[in-house]
């Protein structure tokens, strides 16, 4: 499954409705990375291949999603992005945790591994 952009709506289908919640409430079932993005960003454009790659080695297992915050203003301002690009690491049944910057791919499968519990999908 390739990465999939956000909107604000599928966001609020997929992830989070922070209309309707005052706590964190995950509404997805597996857990997912969002990378904060924007096109002209250079170390965004950096990290989108390996978020590619995430998404077709961790297939089922982890949902890989993107939302441009040049498009999705509110997304950004509700999650207070200051600074992109800005990964969250949504695990299912914890609270998400903010990263900033150009993370390389290994500190992505670590996170993966620790946070999710979850292993690379066999090849």
């Known amino acids: 499954m390739a990465v999939e952009h956000l909107t604000k709506q599928t966001f609020l289908d997929k ?5 309707t919640n005052q706590e964190w409430n995950f509404s997805g079932e597996r857990p997912c990375i969002i990378d904060f993005y924007a096109d002209w960003c250079g170390p965004c454009k950096m990290i989108a291949p390996i978020m590619e790659e ?3 080695e961790y297939d089922g ?3 890989i999603y993107k939302i441009d915050t040049e498009a999705e203003q509110e997304l950004a301002a509700v999650f207070g992005i200051r600074s992109i690009p800005s990964i ?3 695990p299912v ?3 998400p945790q903010m990263a900033q910057g150009a993370l ?3 500190t992505f499968k670590q996170v993966i591994e620790d946070k999710f519990g979850v292993v690379e999908s066999d090849r």
Request: charged share 35%; no cysteine; glycine share 0%.
């Open 88 to 90: 969250l690491f949504v």
């Open 104 to 106: 390389p791919k290994h």
């Open 61 to 63: 297992k982890v949902d």
């Open 54 to 56: 995430l998404s077709e």
């Open 93 to 95: 049944d914890d609270q």
């Open 15 to 19: 992830v989070f409705n922070y209309e």
